[in-house]
């Protein structure tokens, strides 16, 4: 289906849409918001609410053929799923802890997954007006203030120290014991799928996540690093896929933009994929 679809145009269209929702939720994050608890205990706001919806009803207009598959959608069983060839996959308001910490670290992420891999993506940071997109051998770009797009290109690896992304919110004692191993290294904490963008557009060299993920969150970023020239794999090296089993948590996995180094070699023997 892939091949039918005009994907450079999709990705515009979607970034179109992801300012929507972006809209909406400032329009919220500025008159204040109900916190509410799922029942994984994740926390879930109108702003969740409000640019799924959007998303929803403008992806629905788009490709009425393609299912869309949303963080706040009811989950098809993995019977029903694993008919999808090319499906949406959305995570409205990604960052939810940040958005409420009000410390604008909190993204809109839009993907187009065909055949297990994300071949468009699409990030848009509300608070600082920027868009991180790319679709399949279209290149990965920038855009802030909606001002003209710039190509992002990941980094090579430099001289020590490396630039290593991480979270604001999790942290572990796995992680730390990775971070140990790495050596000296220079730490930028960010929340949401920010942190993937620090690789694609070369600030930083790798972004390990030690911890729970799923689909969403790192579907629209997948697209936007391989676009840049990096890497997107589980801890065994490995390309990451969706849509294959079940669950919708990811693996532990590795974002990095030079693979001229095994960033797995600085594993604990005791580190295993939940």
Request: aromatic share 10%; charged share 25%.
């Amino acid at each position: 289906m892939s091949h039918t679809l005009n994907l450079k145009e999709l990705c515009h269209e979607c970034v179109s849409i992801a300012r929507e929702a972006s809209n909406a939720i400032l329009t919220i994050y500025d008159a204040g918001f109900n916190i509410s608890k799922k029942e994984d205990k994740s926390p879930l706001t109108d702003a969740d609410l409000a640019s799924h919806d959007i998303i929803l009803a403008r992806l629905t207009e788009l490709t009425p053929d393609i299912p869309v598959l949303s963080e706040e959608s009811s989950k098809p069983s993995f019977e029903e799923r694993s008919s999808w060839e090319t499906y949406w996959l959305v995570d409205p308001l990604d960052g939810t802890r940040e958005f409420i910490k009000r410390n604008g670290e909190f993204t809109v992420n839009i993907a187009l997954i065909h055949q297990h891999k994300s071949i468009l993506g699409v990030i848009n940071v509300p608070v600082l007006d920027v868009d991180y997109y790319a679709w399949q051998d279209g290149g990965s770009f920038k855009s802030e203030q909606k001002n003209a797009a710039v190509k992002i290109t990941v980094k090579k690896l430099g001289e020590l120290p490396f630039t290593v992304a991480g979270s604001r919110s999790h942290g572990s004692k796995m992680m730390q014991n990775y971070m140990a191993r790495l050596g000296e290294v220079k730490i930028l904490s960010m929340g949401s799928s920010l942190k993937f963008c620090l690789v694609a557009e070369g600030r930083a060299d790798l972004y390990p996540r030690l911890g729970p993920t799923s689909e969403w969150d790192t579907a629209a970023a997948h697209c936007i690093i391989i676009e840049a020239g990096g890497y997107l794999t589980k801890t065994d090296m490995s390309p990451l896929e969706y849509n294959t089993k079940d669950s919708l948590l990811n693996p532990f996995f590795f974002v990095f933009g030079d693979n001229s180094r095994d960033w797995s070699q600085y594993l604990d023997e005791t580190t295993s994929e939940q």
